[in-house]
């Protein structure tokens, strides 16, 4: 043996020191490859055009036009309907969300996947069709109050099912400790669970809050006017589209400011919750004499948010004089041209959506976490606003495409970028880096690696990511108005036209079809998720 | 013959190094164990070799292969070596055969076509799962799924297999079991391996050589008897098995005097004695000291150390017992279980061996 003693420099007892603790060996060295660098961020740059062009849009009103408009007297009416309505959802979201979310996660129920299957339900229809539904039903239901029921029915879910899930994972631990130390069952849920569950909680209702902020159809058939509807006629009437441009940067500004807010909430919730390890374990609660109660709590959101529109719904679609009015072709054209353009808007959605999600899996960075959050971006970003600015953009820069399929595909594919980035983002992640390292050491290099392992195990995943982006693509409705094609109509868009003359029977077989449509990617995406994975397919 | 050989490698930032220049020679056909607490930097020394992580400086050389030197990197998929990961690390989506197969090169057509080859077949007998050939890996226990990563690692008869703790998730019965396989198995390919591992014993004994790691360095690299008999400091000795230290003075003459008597010391890391008067730190293992029970009315102690039995921790086999000797100082001693002293016993002591010196602690 030549050199292979190497003394101790100090002979000191080092275990009696405290040694250093080196940094994480996993994440040591893992630098992000340049070219996944590049594609990244060539993607954030595309994904990133309609927010850009709408600031330069509206910029370029120049400043007086900008205070005129800003201090028209509509301006603080309606400013404080959107808060207002967004701040009165979010709370009842809450407010409900959260105890379905611990009698689904905690309770003893007789029909617990049942009820599971009820509470993510009213994410399937649209808000429009819920809307729609309820108008169908009490003609004179609008207004403040009529917007702020149908849009918590239908936003319910966002706050439930990431609580739910936090529950799941989650421990009693705590609540036993505190119960313990002298606190009683409430007090003990306060300081043991509440902090476990307070960063689904922020999340989601972050969630509803940016949903009813982009909140159009349901609010334009409610008569209820907030900045997005104005958005739309001030677009409709096209003598002033500054004052559309300028309208919108406000609505997006608002998102902003709720998602940065948002952020700074859960850094210090995480902090705080940082602590808290161990294993999920935790005890089911018998509800004795609060069966009844709870049971109808946990049917009855799902009831009137997806039942009565629905049960209003056939109640139209059987009566003879909707199907004597129906035009079989024309339906038929509608259900093409929605499946066609929500592919579209998919492929190009994962397109985008592949290298942000793959860098962000895997490795980490100050870069890394700039990218992700560029991609996300479009949380913030209400359609009707993307559907403007890529009207003002396609006019400006590619005219020949405006008023294609290729510019409303890639409004859905820049909107809805977020959901494939967060499904890819996992299912890459959940590919073990000892599976990669092995596939290296075997010979395989990068891109091979890539391809034979990573993207062959997170196949599923994308392929969710794709699907969740059809199924809304299908049913988004304001980005969809403004940049359509002439003379191409799609589902939400001929149900929309006879809601608004209220020709509520006709528009029943197209809003069936949405329906059916888009249950058919929900009910693979169920499948998908289940079994495939670890099968040997 | 030296066949790895590390020579000065630093990893991580500057400002907290996660190895601070690690040397080490393995000799062709050799199993070393590296072992040291976790967080160490046993596992970045082991992703190193593999070329999963780049060196920021020094040299690694492979086969007679510099493999990573100033500014040269060889991707891992160019070093020609076998990966054992903790968790086996199976590709969910290839059975059992294919799994095997993949590390013959093509990729997963490839592996379908191979995976009922001669070479699979052969490989899949070596590590004794024969009848599990089409199993997938969520069929697999863990020690069967160690044993097909271990057949995947050696396929390509690779230069040097690397182990990155590859028992630790096993319960300690397999644990011993799956330890001899891979030793003999290793031993009858005449491949040179690398295991890491935080378990002590384990290093002691199956490697041929074990190298000491703590805080990015290696303490000491030799033998598992020079490291457990010659720790080359008091934190090796204290890693690798119990330990007493006390202070003591030399007295020149290859003795030391310290509260255990006058017992016959040397230096542990330099050669000769220590030098009368000299301050020492000296190292005694539990089980260097035997216990006489006393009878404190009749029997003669004069000039035996005397001690009180203050603790006691039973193991089955034996037993480490805690004792105060009279003028104060706390020492172990290690007794087999059927001699046990109940705590209070009055004892007197007596050293085996020769006490290992050291520098004095601050």
């Given amino acids: 043996m030549s050199r292979g003693t190497v003394p101790a420099p100090v002979p000191t007892i080092a275990g009696r020191t405290i040694a250093r603790r080196a940094t994480p060996e996993r994440t040591g060295n893992r630098r992000a490859p340049r070219p996944l660098l590049v594609l990244a961020i060539f993607a954030c740059a595309i994904a990133s055009i309609p927010l850009v062009y709408l600031v330069v849009r509206a910029g370029s009103s120049g400043l007086g036009d900008i205070v005129a408009i800003l201090g028209r007297p509509r301006i603080p009416q309606l400013l404080a309907n959107t808060v207002g309505l967004a701040l009165a959802v979010t709370a009842s979201c809450i407010a409900i969300g959260v105890p379905t979310a611990f009698l689904l996660a905690r309770a003893k129920l007789r029909f617990r996947g049942f009820f599971a299957v009820l509470a993510a339900l009213p994410l399937a229809i649209p808000s429009y069709l819920a809307a729609y539904g309820w108008l169908a039903a009490v003609p004179t239901f609008n207004g403040f109050w009529a917007a702020w029921l149908v849009l918590t029915l239908v936003s319910v879910p966002y706050v439930t099912l990431p609580v739910a899930a936090a529950l799941r994972a989650g421990t009693t631990a705590l609540d036993d400790v505190a119960r313990t130390l002298g606190r009683g069952p409430w007090r003990a849920f306060w300081l043991g669970t509440w902090p476990q569950i307070r960063p689904a909680t922020l999340a989601g209702a972050l969630l509803v809050c940016l949903y009813v902020l982009s909140e159009f159809g349901a609010v334009a058939l409610l008569r209820f006017p907030v900045l997005t509807t104005a958005i739309q006629q001030a677009y409709g009437a096209s003598f002033n589209r500054n004052y559309a441009a300028i309208l919108a940067t406000v609505l997006v500004l608002l998102a902003i400011v709720l998602v940065l807010g948002e952020q700074a909430a859960r850094g210090r919730a995480r902090r705080r919750f940082g602590a808290v390890g161990g294993v999920s374990r935790h005890r089911i609660i018998r509800l004795g004499k609060w069966t009844a109660p709870a049971s109808l709590l946990l049917a009855g959101v799902p009831a009137l948010a997806v039942g009565l529109p629905v049960a209003v719904l056939f109640a139209r679609l059987l009566d003879a ?93 820049v909107l809805f970028m977020p959901k494939a980035i967060g499904a890819i983002r996992s299912s890459i992640a959940q590919v073990p880096v000892s599976l990669e390292d092995v596939a290296r050491t075997l010979g395989y290099g990068r891109a091979q690696t890539w391809w034979l392992v990573t993207a062959r195990l997170a196949r599923p995943g994308i392929a969710a990511g794709a699907l969740l982006v059809a199924v809304t693509a299908m049913k988004e409705l304001p980005a969809t108005l403004l940049l359509r094609p002439t003379g191409t109509d799609t589902l939400a868009i001929e149900l929309w036209s006879r809601t608004d003359v209220s020709a509520y029977g006709a528009a029943a077989p197209y809003a069936a079809a949405l329906v059916l449509l888009a249950a058919i990617p929900a009910f693979l995406l169920s499948g998908a998720g289940r079994g495939r994975t670890d099968g040997p397919l | 013959m030296i066949h790895l050989s590390l020579s000065n490698v630093v990893v991580g930032y500057s400002d907290e190094p996660v190895l601070r220049g690690v040397s080490l020679d393995v000799p062709r056909g050799s199993l070393v164990a590296i072992v040291g607490p976790s967080g160490c930097g046993k596992t970045t020394l082991l992703r190193t070799i593999a070329g999963l992580i780049r060196a920021r400086s020094g040299e690694v ?17 160019k070093r020609r070596i076998g990966w054992v990961p903790q968790d086996a690390a199976l590709f969910p989506h290839l059975t059992v055969a294919e799994n095997i197969a993949f590390a013959l090169g093509g990729g997963r057509r490839a592996a379908r076509r191979a995976a009922g080859g001669e070479r699979v077949c052969a490989l899949l007998e070596l590590v004794g799962l024969g009848a599990l050939a089409d199993r997938i890996p969520a069929q697999l226990s863990g020690g069967q799924a160690q044993r097909v990563a271990l057949a995947r690692a050696i396929a390509s008869d690779p230069d040097v297999v690397l182990l990155d703790e590859p028992f630790g998730a096993l319960d300690p019965l397999l644990r011993g079991e799956l330890r001899s396989e891979v030793r003999a198995l290793l031993r009858a390919e005449g491949m040179t391996g690398i295991l890491v591992t935080h378990d002590q014993g384990e290093a002691l004994s199956i490697a041929d050589y074990v190298a000491v790691m703590n805080n990015g360095e290696i303490l000491q690299f030799g033998r598992p008897s020079e490291v457990y008999e010659r720790p080359a400091t008091p934190w090796v000795a204290g890693f690798v098995g119990e330990s007493v230290f006390i202070d003591g003075t030399g007295t020149g003459d290859g003795h030391s005097l310290s509260a255990l008597g006058a017992l016959p010391t040397e230096w542990a890391a330099a050669a000769g004695v ?51 000797l009279d003028e104060g100082t706390v020492v172990q001693s290690r007794v087999a279980a059927a001699g046990l002293l109940p705590i209070g016993a009055r004892v007197a002591v007596t050293v085996h061996g020769r006490l290992l010196a050291y520098p004095p602690t601050p």
Avoid: C, W
């Fill in chain 1, 321 to 413: 004089e909707t199907l004597r009015a129906l035009d079989p072709v024309e339906l038929g054209q509608a259900v093409v041209n929605t499946l066609m353009l929500a592919v579209g808007g998919a492929v190009i959605a994962v397109l985008l959506a592949l290298p942000i999600g793959a860098l962000a899996a895997k490795y980490a960075g100050r870069l890394v976490r700039i990218i992700e959050s560029v991609g996300y971006l479009a949380l913030g970003l209400p359609g009707i606003v993307v559907g403007l600015s890529l009207v003002f953009f396609s006019l400006a820069v590619v005219p020949a495409l405006y008023q294609t399929g290729i510019v409303l595909a890639f409004a859905y594919g």
């Fill in chain 2, 61 to 77: 050389r492979l086969g007679g292969r510099m493999v990573a030197t100033h500014g040269i990197h060889l991707a891992p998929e």
């Fill in chain 2, 274 to 324: 220590p030098a009368d008067g000299a301050a020492v730190t000296v190292l005694v293992r539990p089980e260097q000291l035997a216990l006489d029970p006393i009878d404190t009315d009749t029997g003669s102690v004069a000039g035996r150390v005397l001690a009180t039995v203050t603790t006691v921790s039973y193991t089955g086999h034996d037993a480490l017992l805690g004792l105060r």
